[in-house]
Structure formats: C-alpha cells, structure tokens
C-alpha cells in the first residue's frame, strides 16, 4: 500500500510524529511525505534514516514544497 | 560526527560564549542573554508595565529577529505564513512569560545560571523535563494547534519590522521610552554589542533550528540528541566562561536574580516546559521563526511580551525574595490551561493528515 502523509504547515515536531507513525505501520510499502518549510524536510529524512536506515529521496515540487519518499 | 552535528556544536559555542560576554560587557549577571527577561524589560521600556527597575530596550531581541531574517532570506528559506491558531498562541505565549518569570528566566537563562553555578536552575531544569514530558503525551495523543498556510510577503515581514522599529526607538532615544535608573534594567552591554550578538546568534540559530524545548523533548521522544547537542555545547562554554571570569559560585543561595523556592523553580518551569513544548519551541525559537516570516511565532512573540508585562503589572513575578502568592496562584492556574489545552486540542491522525491509496 501506498501511503501519503500530507505535513504541510505543521510545526514541529508533528511532521516527523506523522512520519513515525506510518513508519510503524506494517501495511505501509511505500511512504510520501509532503512537507513545506526545510526544517520539517530535513527532520522528516533524517528520521526516517534513523526508523528505516534508508535515504529518502526528495523532490521539490513547488517553490518550497517538497514530496520526501521511501520504500518499505 | 556529521556536518549538521558539527554545526549544531558550533552554534552552542557561539551563544554559551556571548552570553558570558555580554556579562562582562555589562549585562545583568548570569543574563547574557535571557528573551522572557528582555521581553519584559523591553515592555518595560515602551511603557506596559511600570516596574522601574527593568525598563530597557534590550538590543539582543531585535537582534534575533533580524539575524535570523538575514538567515533566512540569504538562504532562501524566508516564507510568509501563518493561520496556525494566532490567537491561542497569543496567550499561551502571555502564559509562558508568567511562569518563566516566576522561575525568574527563560529555558536559555536556566542552562546560563545553570553553567554560573546556581543550583536552583537544576530544580528548574528538572521541572522543565518533566513539563516537555508531559507535552510529549499531548503531542503523541495528536495534539495540534493546526496547520499554518501560505501568507502574502507583508504578514512574513512584521517580525523584521518591528525589530527594525525597536532598533529607531533605541537610537533616537525619544522621552516616551523608559529606562531603568537602576536594579537589572540599567545594566546592559553597548548598543552596537548587544545588536551584533543578537544578530549573530539569529542567524546561527536559523541556520541550526537550536531550541532548547527541541532539545530535550527530540531526546525523550525520538531518542535523537541532534537539538541537545546545542543545549549541552551553551553549557559547556558558558561554564568555562564563567570560571575564568571568576563569576562561577556554587550554591542555592545568594544567586543573582534569583530566589530559592524549589517548589516554584520546579512548577514554574515545568508549566513553562510544557506550554513551550505544545508552541513547538522555546521563547527564543519563536524569535527565530518571526524572522523567518513565520507570523503565528510573532504572534506569541507579542504574548510573550504581553505576558511578561503582566507579570509585573499584577504582581505575580518573582524577585529575588520569592515568589508572590498572586504568581502561585498564577502559576497554578496556567498549568490547569495548559493541560485543558492539551486534552482539547487534538485531532484523530489517521483522518485528517494522512491518507492512503492501494
């Protein structure tokens, strides 16, 4: 299952409270995360490498958007 | 130890180093740099609360503001926005300001006084823990204040702003502007050094994301120390700092600005750990962030100076003689607020910002 968490205008910690959350969800093959400021992008990847050990991959999608991604 | 780690070292060196120097170049002691103190004496200045003796246009808070702007702006990451609840932050930040004062400082002051010595800030730290603690059940249970959207470009640049029209007003002097005669309020460093310290430590602290709520609560919660890393550098310095300008003095008593009520050291700081931890920063985070564009932290910056006004105005700071009945009741009554406040604003996860595609 593909799964996407929408963390856009969180402030912290939220953004990376969601990441974990579906992290820990077994059904959960693949995970995007849209976030919009750099500290949640830099957050959200870097607990997403310490949950899984893999580097997400990050895509800018609009002028300070970014869809963060990885497979499970 | 990675670059980010090293920049987070380097970021806590800079401030536990400035705020023992911004002592020696005439702060009060053991208030190189303290935003709820320099809050209230900047409210002080302008004229909401008459407590003479912290009346000062104190120029390390529009230093932040504006270091942390030129941050963001250089490296592109200045953004409008805000919606995220303003008016709730509003006076959650007016309660931060009371309970900091009535452990007399904000999370940054407390590692300072810690790295000074004063044992009280110990009692303080381990209230300060077990506020964020109590924040973190909060924000695992799906507390939010909501998300922030997009705003247009002026909103972003009422933080600059103001700072910009603190800097005029301490330039041009005009009689409107308190000044403290004497007590902590009359003692500060020169005015091109506290700017420029305030300036530096913005833009570092841009730059890092250095929190003190973040700190302890990425430590519990995740079990990351990247935040706690700055925390533990301040220390450090700040206490190496201390003992060779010969200001370190161990002991609960006799502190400067300070009092020994353990009790309220302990509550007071544990209401503020925990109404810091659901904002999502520390009162120095929030000045970052208003740099930043971030309208919703200017809003509780303007709480924060609101509150710490009110503090004197009704009596509830403390001096170095205690803490006022009306500041225990205070802080009694802000701690019950902000558990209200935890237990009713939430949201249920899966529904509203996360769903699922097969």
Redesign the interface.
């Known amino acids: 299952m593909q799964h996407i968490v929408d963390a856009r205008g969180r402030s912290c910690p939220e953004p990376v409270i969601l990441t974990r959350q579906a992290l820990n969800d077994k059904s959960i093959e693949s995970l995007t995360v849209m976030v919009d400021a750099a500290v949640a992008r830099e957050n959200v990847a870097r607990a997403i490498l310490s949950a899984t050990g893999k580097q997400a991959q990050i895509n800018e999608t609009a002028g300070g958007e970014w869809e963060i991604s990885v497979k499970l | 130890m990675s670059g980010?780690r090293k920049k987070m070292l380097g970021a806590g060196l800079l401030v536990g180093a400035l705020g023992v120097l911004l002592v020696v170049l005439g702060n009060p002691k053991n208030m190189g740099v303290c935003v709820v103190c320099f809050l209230r004496d900047i409210g002080g200045a302008l004229g909401l609360h008459r407590a003479a003796i912290v009346q000062n246009l104190r120029m390390e808070v529009p230093g932040f503001i504006l270091g942390s702007f030129l941050a963001a702006v250089l490296f592109g990451?200045f953004?409008s926005?805000g919606?995220?609840n303003p008016i709730l932050r509003f006076f959650m930040g007016a309660m931060v300001s009371i309970t900091a004062l009535v452990f007399l400082g904000c999370p940054l002051r407390m590692v300072l006084r810690l790295a000074a010595g004063d044992l009280n800030a110990v009692v303080g730290l381990i209230g300060f823990a077990c506020g964020i603690a109590v924040g973190i059940y909060f924000?695992?249970r799906g507390f939010?204040?909501g998300?922030?959207?997009?705003q247009h470009k002026v909103a972003g640049a009422v933080g600059p702003a103001f700072a910009i029209f603190l800097v005029v007003l301490a330039v041009a002097a005009p009689a409107f502007i308190f000044r403290s005669g004497s007590g902590p309020g009359s003692m500060a460093a020169p005015l091109l050094y506290s700017l420029g310290a305030g300036l530096l430590i913005g833009a570092v602290a841009q730059r890092t994301?250095l929190?003190m709520v973040?700190g302890i609560?990425?430590m519990i919660?995740?079990k990351?120390s990247?935040l706690l890393l700055g925390f533990i550098a301040i220390f450090v310095v700040a206490l190496i700092g201390n003992l060779l300008a010969g200001s370190f003095n161990l002991g609960f008593a006799d502190q400067p600005v300070a009092h020994t009520n353990h009790f309220y050291n302990f509550l007071g700081m544990l209401a503020t750990g925990l109404g810091a931890a659901l904002?999502?920063?520390c009162p120095l985070r929030q000045l970052i962030l208003a740099g930043e564009g971030d309208s919703?932290a200017m809003v509780t910056v303007m709480g924060l100076i609101v509150g710490a006004a009110t503090a004197h105005n009704f009596g509830l700071a403390a001096s170095p003689a205690g803490v006022p009945v009306n500041g225990q009741i205070a802080n009694w009554v802000i701690l019950a607020l902000f558990v209200l406040i935890g237990f009713t604003a939430h949201e249920t996860?899966k529904t509203t910002?996360?769903?699922?595609?097969?």
Do not use: I, N, W
């Open positions: 980010e990451e953004k926005r919606g995220s924000l695992k939010t204040l998300r922030s959207y997009p994301r929190c973040g609560r990425d919660m995740f990351d990247h904002l999502g920063g919703d996860r910002a996360t769903k699922s595609k097969k």
